[in-house]
């Protein structure tokens, strides 16, 4: 017979390894170092699995990846607003990184832009999540998706959307004048024509259509306001 173990969390008393009610483990050991690390190393392994799937889903099957996630297959794959939050953060400091290497070896790049990267990229993007959510949701109001899930969608696309940028940008490593925007918007258009197909129900070029003037009011929109904040960086 196996003995009773009141549970350390919730107080009601159980057997087994956890507990019925609020499911903590029933043995409870001491913090440890090797505790300590071992979570760590659970945490970070478990997030790059989770990254490496959702990434290759969305690069592979665009638009599908988010919408078998909104119809309930979320093991395997990254949170959502981790995953643009991971990418969102990448993103910042590569394009930070990228300005001192342009500015140190080739002197160029801007070292307002590149401080405006490094401090205030991320909080940046975090507040253009329900602006692009926004627009998606009144252009497909009435393709049966909610506004979280419409959210949702958004976040995953923009994630790779931002990857597309960093590609782009690390071509001014080669040619440090090359304007970026005349590849990245292509680009975007492409990657989202692609994905909002393959996610929205009905008519496929209309769907193509309301996508290309989704991203690019997006893309403008975000890019005026970037420029204009790091124009104004420092003053």
Known sequence: MEDIVVCKSCGLAGTGHYCFN??????????????????VAHFFTHMDKGIRYTLKELILHPGKMQLSYIEGKRINHQKPFS??????????????????????????????????????MVIFLL????????????FFYNSGFNFSEISVFQLYTLSVFFLIVIFCNFLKLIWYDFETRYLELPLV????????????PG?????VVKSVL????????????????????NR
Not at 203 to 207: L, M, P, V
């Open 127 to 138: 507040l253009t999540i329900p602006f692009s959510a926004l627009i998606t949701y009144v």
């Open 203 to 207: 008519s496929k070029w209309k769907i």
């Open 22 to 39: 609020c499911g903590q483990s029933l043995a409870v050991k001491r913090i440890s170092f090797k505790s300590l690390l071992h979570e």
């Open 189 to 200: 258009l492409i990657y989202n024509a692609i994905t909002f197909a393959n996610f929205f």
């Open 214 to 233: 989704c991203a690019t009011i997006f893309f403008l929109a975000i890019t005026f306001a970037q420029d204009y904040l790091v124009e104004n960086f």
């Open 83 to 120: 995953m643009y939050f991971v990418s969102a953060t990448v993103l910042g400091l590569v394009l930070y990184w990228i300005n001192l290497l342009l500015i140190t070896y080739f002197h160029a790049g801007d070292a307002s832009e590149a401080s405006f990267f490094h401090e205030y």
